[in-house]
């Protein structure tokens, strides 16, 4: 009994030994390597200000009250009536997607912007006017190689240099 | 001149340098890294990196002791303040205090005795009572809890780690380490006794708490044992001792089983000591491995592994060894 459990122990120091001369790591290097991300990947939104009808569907939706209609007020004073337009608070955002998917009219939409810093609480809600401008730019050290995600038989996962872009 | 050439008397520069303080620090600076490159490569991460890129890494030990250094040592209130503060200097002190005895070649050692064997084994066994003394005296139930488990533990692995150390005494027919190492010039110990090479090897890793024993300061458990208390350079003292002691007894084991400076390409004793310090650097690195396979067995595993399978091993290895003697096997040195 013992004899078998003293050749599953070398049985386990083996497999570490194995780990140890295996080939590439997983970790992705992630300011100098950023990894392409797939089609339909639910980053931040971007809201198109023009097409959009103000029907407040999304703020309805909203599972995690992150979208709130607000008060626009230079329509409100030209049109001399109350008029909301949609903003975000990404403090509460869970990116699930349903403001997007309900939009009748597409004017919200996914970008594959995921990764952007803010020093403030306040910076993160966005009000119509600052929703309208677009989702910030992430800002690299240097230009990241990107990489993608390639299943892989024997290892699981590997990254390989993403051509294009 | 006169002073240089006195630092490379035996008597100093054996506890002082190599294989003393400054081998010991230097190796420890080294094993931490390595310890955390090791367990990275096993799980297909990047351990310490980004500083000195170039080397992976190699100076995060030296930022961490910087750190260390510069750190408020805090004394909790309620703690008894001459054990809290004296308990990390002595355990320190005496892990690494077993290095007099150890020599570096046939011709080159600090004091040569008859029972300098007997000497290293008996100094590692004083470490284990400072870590005791230390969880009672940082008044904090997690320390207190690691230091009864280091008890515990002591019971366990302490006997039959001398039986296997002695059993290559009664072998090579003598307690002197010189001559344990100088009788494996043609064959090694752990060929004529693997029993007790591989028991002994256990028991290193058990006694320094490495991975598959790390009971005394479980992490899961008890927030760091019997250090949980402890900051600043206390704490990297008291985390670097036993590294230490692990050092310490990877050159007895070295001596023991290894061949000690054996295979010797030349007498210098510079040579000698590179090999010896090779030997017991590849032991450190491996149990340092292991920190990347194992989980941590539970208190009455390892109790029942010191007292169940080392105990009866170390006796065969005993067995084993007289039966050798016995049978005609000499190494009566010279």
Redesign the interface.
């Given at each position: 009994m013992?004899v078998s459990r003293a050749i599953r122990h070398a049985k386990?120091?083996l497999?570490?030994?194995k780990?140890?001369l295996?080939g590439p790591?997983?970790?992705i290097?992630y300011p100098d390597e950023v990894q392409e991300l797939p089609e339909g990947y639910r980053g931040m939104i971007e809201y198109d200000w023009d097409s959009c009808i103000k029907c407040s569907l999304c703020a309805m939706v909203c599972p995690a009250d992150a979208m709130k209609m607000y008060v626009s007020r230079e329509e409100s004073e030209r049109e001399g009536k109350v008029v909301k337009r949609p903003g975000i608070n990404y403090t509460r955002c869970i990116f699930c997607g349903f403001c997007v998917d309900i939009c009748p009219t597409d004017s919200l939409k996914f970008t594959k912007v995921h990764d952007v810093a803010y020093y403030t609480y306040e910076e993160q809600i966005y009000p119509p006017v600052e929703f309208r401008k677009g989702v910030p730019k992430p800002l690299y050290f240097r230009e990241p190689r990107r990489v993608r995600a390639v299943l892989d038989e024997r290892r699981g996962m590997r990254y390989e240099p993403a051509d294009g872009s | 001149m006169d002073s240089l050439k006195l630092l490379f008397e035996p008597y100093i520069f054996i506890p002082l340098v190599f294989p003393g303080l400054i081998a010991a620090f230097a190796l420890l600076l080294i094993i931490i890294w390595l310890e955390r490159k090791?367990a990275?490569?096993?799980?297909?991460?990047?351990g310490p990196l980004y500083v000195l890129k170039p080397l992976g890494g190699i100076i995060q030990t030296v930022a961490d002791l910087l750190r260390y250094l510069f750190q408020e040592p805090i004394l909790p209130k309620e703690v008894d303040k001459v054990a809290f503060l004296m308990t990390p200097v002595l355990l320190f002190g005496l892990s690494y205090l077993p290095l007099v005895a150890i020599p570096v070649s046939p011709t080159y050692y600090a004091f040569r005795s008859d029972v300098s064997l007997l000497i290293v084994l008996a100094l590692t066994t004083l470490a284990p009572i400072f870590t005791v003394v230390m969880g009672w005296a940082s008044n904090n139930k997690f320390s207190l809890i690691g230091g009864v488990r280091e008890g515990y533990l002591v019971t366990s692995y302490e006997i039959p780690i001398f039986l296997s150390a002695l059993s290559m005494a009664i072998l090579y027919n003598s307690l002197d380490l010189v001559e344990i190492a100088e009788a494996q010039r043609g064959l090694w110990g752990v060929f004529l006794n693997p029993i007790a090479a591989i028991n002994m090897l256990l028991l290193m890793y058990m006694s320094t708490s490495r991975f598959p024993f790390e009971i005394p300061e479980a992490e899961s458990e008890i927030v760091a044992g019997p250090y949980t208390e402890y900051s600043g350079i206390i704490y990297g003292l008291v985390m670097g001792a036993s590294y230490v002691k692990l050092y310490v007894l990877s050159l007895v084991y070295s001596i023991l089983f290894l061949g000690g400076w054996n295979p010797l390409p030349s007498t210098d004793p510079l040579v000698a000591g590179a090999v010896l310090f090779s030997k017991a650097f590849l032991l450190v690195a491996l149990g340092a491995?292991?920190r990347?396979?194992?989980p941590r067995f539970r208190i009455d595993q390892a109790i029942s592994i010191g007292w169940k399978?080392a105990f009866p091993l170390s006796l065969i290895s005993i067995i084993i060894s007289l039966l050798l003697v016995m049978g005609g096997v000499s190494f009566v040195g010279k």
């Open positions: 013992s386990a120091i497999t570490g030994f780990y140890l295996a790591r997983l970790t290097m | 090791i990275a490569k096993v799980q297909l991460r990047y491995f292991l990347a396979v194992y399978i």
